[in-house]
């Protein structure tokens, strides 16, 4: 008999999506809104969310050490929904980029207290057979949330002739709703060992962690460096003559072809070989990439969109079960943490490379980049040997 998804991964799952409805109706305008009324170059963006994916990412070590010490996976995400749910009014609020840089990373920094735990807590619940299933689900549900976000956003700014505030104090409802559904319906079990047998942050504890674990973390890192922020699809959409209301749109595509996959990839991921299916996901990012580099009309956008969506559907749920698979039982949340510590600094990296290529070479070159930093990580996975 095949186990079943545990309620409480269903419930961490609509509590992503919530928190996304309301952090993607601002992220999918916040470029528009820095470049746009409050005059930043396309450069500070790129460093913007470089900073602010890596801040997240990176403070993902903190609260995974701190989840695996304290046996309080629950709590610390609480925490971490709860700082995000805090920092939407300041978006509203903002009259110089200097607020939405404040207010970008401490919300990222509420993206980084709950991530390792909640990932954590997942694969604490979730038998193993089904944990590539389970980790799509929540990446599904998720995305759910990255098109809702998006498409209420184009809706609201429609009809509010393109007043971006009145939007920003609208996605303060879904993430306060989203920090009351984690605290009455998740339930933690009880932590496996007493507090004095709980790991320490120590080389001992990082040599526990073991060499398959390291080196899922190092093409992690890798896949990272080759995708650059999100921010960029929403700047090519703007190049491409989309109206500013309806350029969202192109978040609420990649979204759509992100949440169908995720699932089924994920759980494909149960029965099918990871290698295979990381080379999957790198070949996809590599078409999209090229797509991308045309400067082409709203349809040849939509097609390299799509394929970058798809890219995200094989490869998240994967290396995430790939993560839980490698680490030991008491070492999850460290696990996670160091697993997006290294993929922050490529993603800060990346983010600010693409920056700087947009501002002087064009889009065309800043994708083209995209796509040969992909292939060479295609190629060292098919001549590595793990």
Known sequence: MTAKIPSSVWVLGLVSML????SEMIHSLLPLFLVGPLGASVSLVGLVEGLADATALI??????????????????ATFGYGLAAATKPLFALANAYGMVVAARLLDRIGKGMRGAPRDALI????????RGAAFGLRQALDTVGAVLGP????????AW??????????????AVASVALLVMGVTEPNAPTKPEDRPHLNLDSLRRLGRAFWWVTIFGAAFTLARFSEAFLVLRAQQAGVPLAMT???MVAMSIFYAVSAYPFGKLSDSFDHRKLLALGLAVLVASDLVLSVDGSWPVLLCGVALWGIHLGITQGLMARMVADAAPDDLRGTAFGFFNLASGIAML??????????DHFGASVTFLTGAALSFVSLAALFFSKK
């Open 19 to 22: 928190m996304d409805v309301s």
């Open 59 to 76: 403070v993902k070590v903190v609260s995974g050490v701190l989840s695996d010490r304290l046996g309080k996976r629950k709590a610390l």
């Open 123 to 130: 694969a604490d619940i979730t038998p193993s057979s089904i």
């Open 151 to 158: 498409s209420l956003a184009v809706v609201l700014m429609l």
């Open 161 to 174: 002739a393109n007043n971006f505030r009145a939007v920003f104090w609208v996605a303060c409802v879904p």
């Open 248 to 250: 969202p749109l192109v």
């Open 349 to 358: 990296f990346a983010s600010v490379i693409a920056g700087l290529l947009w």
